[in-house]
């Protein structure tokens, strides 16, 4: 998950200066999978902004932030 998470992010910046192809190839992982991810890291922040959460944050959690 950690992987998929570091590429996605990470990936976004570094497509400018090269193809996907190519960062795909270094962390040697197949185009289809950065897709999929891809899709599903957008995804996820559609449904994120439009208030689609799995949970609701605790009192505290939102305590903590604003502190």
Request: with cysteine; hydrophobic share 40%.
């Amino acid at each position: 998950m950690e992987r998929k998470r570091r590429s996605v992010s990470c990936w976004k910046v570094c497509a400018a200066r090269k193809s996907i192809a190519a960062l795909c190839r270094c962390e040697g992982i197949a185009e289809s999978l950065y897709y999929n991810w891809s899709k599903e890291f957008l995804e996820a922040g559609k449904k994120r902004l439009a208030g689609d959460t799995a949970r609701a944050a605790t009192t505290d959690e939102v305590a903590a932030r604003r502190a």
